[in-house]
């Protein structure tokens, strides 16, 4: 059995136009906060940093993908 740090948190799936705006609302307000904080120069713990650095790595795999997903046909593709 895997064990759960403090820090676990379950996910849930968005389906509806209207949770995807309020989603990325809510990203945006607490992506200011941490920015917030960051500036701040406050000092934080291991496990807060490893944390920080986990969903950032998600965050960044998460966006890729997308990118992937939604960006035009390369001009090379297209040619051929």
Do not use: C
């Not at 849930?12 to 906060?33: C, G, I, M, P, Q």
């Not at 650095?53 to 051929?80: C, D, G, I, T, Y």
Request: overall charge negative; proline content about 4%; glycine content about 2%.
């Amino acid at each position: 059995m895997a064990s759960e740090t403090p820090f676990a948190q379950s996910t849930y799936e968005v389906t509806d136009s209207n949770d995807n705006t309020e989603t990325l609302r809510d990203f945006s307000k607490h992506a200011v906060a941490l920015r917030n904080v960051l500036y701040q120069g406050s000092s934080i713990n291991e496990a807060e940093f490893h944390f920080m650095e986990n969903h950032f790595q998600v965050l960044e795999m998460a966006h890729l993908w997308w990118k992937r997903k939604h960006s035009p046909p390369m001009k090379s593709a297209v040619l051929r």
